[in-house]
């Protein structure tokens, strides 16, 4: 044990966190080792994308993380907390081409391996940085087992599954149609697009019938696509256009011949009932271009402008384009009206940039066959979201997806393990790079230029970051993982995508809970973002306020699933109850005999009154409820629960109840306060430590040698010979007396230095008892001037009254107050409401003033009215009483 009485003075979260963080490294308190004879518990850490510092989300993710690690750790588990980042692909990319374009660096002119160079720096710095800050966080992880999505074992990972997908042909290289980001020039997944509902036009053009007359009208969002039109649909039904299927369209602007063809899949309700078909430009399109055998015809570069078959448009912007025609059509008579019309458009996440859909060729991955057993998974229970809600989220994307498009045109990232021959034309893939071609010998071989979408590496984090594709002992010992926390937001990209990666590969699901919880959003409940400048540091607030609040405050506010608020007036209540358990512990230490102690401590049970058995009872139930709640993930609930104990039970009425004890001159009861006092506190910063793990450690340290350390200190947990029901009750007894007399006194503005005469009519026998024994606590706590027990015919005339549950309580009014001042100060009190009464009534029984003021300030003064009657009434009630 430090030394006890040396505890600093001040609460001052800079003097130890750090201090201690650096020794719980060295000590190695958070590298588990793989040891059969114990259970394992294994969170891996949702990698932060290196793409700049943590911020409130990550700081929530991460204590609610570490809360769990901590506590399982306690529990005696050999806990796993595996931390390591992103390198974040397209994310990263553009930080970086942005951060070179201020230089003046172009990213094209520096080429490939120059630009990786300059990501390489750029990572080296930020994870580092990242790393700096969850270590202030106290972020308990192995940092002997970090990772990087592109170290080494992570790569081969990725090459491992994409060879194996590839063999067991759930991986292929197709022309489909894909999202396609103009601005960064590469393909995106469905969950890389932001739709937003935007205004846009629909333009009516006719396409005239060759050799006729007659023309059809269809409807376009995007008339610039005309161009790659090879087929106008309609529904085979379509009384309007039977007579024309099989006939040839004249496309206007490019005269090309296309032929009007029946398919089902036209809506006759919808627009005209006629569509266009550009297989290369639309999804739908794209469908019905297979069923029809229809030519596919891509009419714009990969930026974004209109390209060589787009005839005289060739080189405009795909926006002039769409300016140009219109006209020209307008000039032609063939447009038949504008429309306004509101619909859904993508843009990339990243950049804002409205997506095209585009043909293009890129490497997917099949969903269906991954996706079926991922579903079952989640409906079985392998695996478990809390809340359950969350499950929903995921069927849904499940059950509706399409294969995944991973290829990306980018630099930084997995590239792609395949390589293509020269000569013949061989594609070879494969995890390691082949020298010749396996075909025709050839060592002409050409790497695909593209990598993987950021996300086929992170699908596999809860393996291959414990050594997969080796048998490694920890692959082994940790994994299926316990818990996986994270936010809403990535349930598709990324929980998903592990549950089916970890099934394909490993044969189990990757983790048996998923605990989601929500954003942080600033007090007004935005979202904290760049643009609004909302946003809060979370080491701004380490700085000022210490971790231990900021955790504590994101632990309280948090419920699963749901979106919280960050409040600074919560920080601030967090770092005043880290202040209330310093100065509470301080006073204990410096009351604190260890002589004393020592020469008592055998005999302890012995000599505890009522009242050390009812903390020694109520710590023994909150260690079992906190353990309950978090049992079921409901973290903020047991932190809630500690605080109260600490906060109410144990500082506001334990030490209270026993200072004349520890003031007193009776050795024993002093052990025996002292010995209970430090234990309950031992105990009570056990329950906290995973919630505020430094302040915790630091006063552990210096109450106890149990264990050199508060993080591997053992849980508490509910002991039936701490169970003291009785006691428990007497106190109950007595607390709500005290409580019921309190209010009186403060009802009638009774200072303390008034003391007054108690008189009891006890309940029970047991109540009875219970308020003998605490006898001296009315004395201390409610300023009894004496208490006497009292029969029913006793009850005396002039006195306030109180009922609980244990007792009747009186208090003679005379003790309470002066009753000539007290009249005095009432009739005052009378005729000030009063005078307000009917200020108030006049206000607004004036019609000008509730015709013409807002409607807030008329409220306003009928609160104020429905107020200061209330007030009267109690006032008029009590100077009845009086006289
Ligand atoms: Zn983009
Ligand atoms: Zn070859």
Redesign the pocket.
């Known amino acids: 044990m430090e030394d006890n009485k040396n505890i600093a003075k001040n609460y001052d979260p800079k003097e130890f966190e750090e201090r201690l963080y650096n020794e719980w490294l060295e000590k190695g308190y958070f590298t588990p080792k793989v040891d059969r004879e114990k259970k394992p518990f294994t969170i891996v850490m949702p990698p932060p994308n290196i793409t700049g510092q943590l911020h409130m989300g990550h700081a929530l993710d991460n204590t609610l993380q570490d809360a769990l690690i901590r506590w399982k750790r306690m529990q005696g588990y050999e806990t796993l907390w595996l931390p390591g980042e992103d390198h974040a692909s397209i994310a990263t990319e553009v930080k970086v081409e942005a951060e070179l374009a201020k230089k003046g660096i172009n990213k094209k002119e520096i080429g490939r391996e120059e630009f990786l160079k300059h990501v390489w720096d750029w990572t080296h710095t930020y994870r580092e940085r990242i790393k700096k800050q969850l270590q202030k966080m106290g972020a308990s992880c192995d940092w002997t087992r970090e990772r990087f999505t592109m170290d080494e074992g992570l790569n081969k990972a990725v090459r491992e599954v994409f060879v194996r997908l590839y063999n067991k042909g759930l991986i292929y290289r197709g022309n489909r149609i894909i999202n396609w980001c103009p601005r960064c020039m590469t393909a995106l997944s469905d969950a890389e697009i932001e739709y937003q509902e935007k205004q846009g036009n629909l333009w009516h053009i006719k396409y005239p019938v060759k050799d006729s007359d007659e023309y059809i009208v269809i409807a376009t969002t995007r008339p610039e696509t005309m161009l790659g039109d090879v087929a106008v649909a309609v529904n085979p039904n379509d009384e309007r256009y039977k007579h024309l299927i099989g006939k040839t369209l004249i496309l206007p602007l490019v005269n090309r011949e296309i032929p009007i063809i029946a398919d089902e899949y036209v809506e006759m309700e919808f627009g005209t009932g006629a569509v266009k078909i550009t297989p290369a430009h639309d999804p739908n399109d794209f469908e019905v271009g297979q069923r029809h055998n229809l030519e596919q015809i891509v009419v714009m570069n990969d930026n974004g402008t209109m390209n060589e078959l787009a005839g005289k448009y060739a080189g405009l912007d795909r926006y002039d384009a769409r300016k140009q025609i219109v006209n020209d059509l307008q000039e032609l008579g063939l447009l038949v009206k504008i429309e306004e019309h509101n619909h859904n458009v993508g843009a990339h996440d990243r950049c804002g940039t409205t997506v095209e859909p585009l043909l293009s060729k890129q490497w997917f991955v099949k969903m269906k066959p991954l996706a079926e057993p991922a579903i079952e998974a989640v409906k079985n229970g392998e695996v478990e979201f809390v809340p359950e809600r969350f499950a929903k989220v995921y069927f849904n994307w499940m059950e509706n997806i399409q294969d995944w498009c991973i290829s990306r045109q980018l630099w930084w990232g997995h590239r792609i393990p395949v390589w293509y021959?020269q000569?013949?034309?061989?594609v070879i893939v494969s995890s390691d790079e082949p020298d010749v071609?396996q075909?025709?010998g050839?060592s002409n071989l050409k790497q695909d230029e593209d990598v993987l979408d950021t996300w086929f590496s992170s699908a596999l984090w809860p393996f291959s970051t414990l050594g997969w594709p080796d048998k490694t002992e920890d692959l082994e010992y940790f994994f299926p993982t316990d818990v996986l926390v994270t936010g809403y937001d990535i349930i598709f990209f990324w929980v998903a995508r592990m549950i089916f990666s970890a099934i394909n590969e490993m044969g189990s699901v990757p983790f048996k809970h998923v605990l989601v919880h929500g954003i942080v959003r600033d007090s007004q409940g935005r979202k904290m973002s760049k643009s609004l400048g909302n946003g809060i540091d979370p080491l701004e607030i380490i700085d000022k306020y210490g971790a231990d609040a900021l955790r504590f405050t994101l632990v309280t506010g948090n419920s699963p699933g749901n979106d919280m608020r960050f409040y600074m007036e919560r920080v601030e209540a967090s770092r005043n109850f880290a202040n209330k358990i310093w100065n509470a512990s301080r006073f204990m230490l410096m009351n604190y005999d260890e002589e004393l102690v020592n020469r008592y401590k055998s005999e302890a049970n012995d000599i505890r009154n009522t009242a050390d058995r009812w903390i020694l009872s109520r710590i023994n139930e909150v260690a079992k409820e906190v353990t309950d709640n978090l049992n079921k993930f409901e973290l903020g609930i047991a932190a809630q629960k500690i605080y109260d104990f600490i906060w109410s039970e144990l500082c506001d009425w334990y030490i209270e109840l026993v200072k004349p004890r520890l003031y007193g001159d009776d050795e024993k009861s002093k052990a025996a306060a002292q010995i209970t006092l430090i234990e309950v506190l031992k105990d009570s910063l056990k329950l906290l430590h995973p919630f505020m793990p430094f302040i915790t450690e630091e006063i552990y340290k210096h109450i106890t040698d149990e264990t050199p350390s508060i993080t591997i200190a053992k849980w508490p947990e509910f002991r039936e010979d701490r169970n003291y029901q009785e006691d428990m009750k007497s106190m109950e007894y007595v607390i709500d007396a005290i409580r019921a007399i309190r209010n009186i006194r403060a009802e009638m503005n009774v200072p303390n230095s008034r003391r007054a005469k108690i008189m009891i009519i006890p309940s029970n026998e047991a109540a009875k008892k219970a308020f003998e024994d605490g006898a001296v606590y009315f004395e201390k706590l409610a300023f009894a001037s004496e208490v006497v027990f009292i029969g029913e015919n006793e009850i005396p005339k002039d006195a306030v009254s109180q009922v609980t549950e244990g007792a009747q309580i009186y208090m003679p009014l005379e003790d309470l107050i002066d009753k000539q001042k007290e009249i005095e100060r009432l009739t005052k009190e009378k005729e000030k409401l009063e005078k307000e009464v009917e200020r108030a009534e006049g206000k607004l029984n004036n019609p000008n003033f509730v015709a013409k003021a807002p409607q807030k300030l008329v409220d306003e003064e009928k609160e104020k009215l429905a107020k200061y009657k209330e007030m009267l009434e109690k006032v008029i009630e009590r100077l009845n009483a009086l006289k």
């Open positions: 021959c000569d013949c034309g061989e071609c075909k025709c050839s």
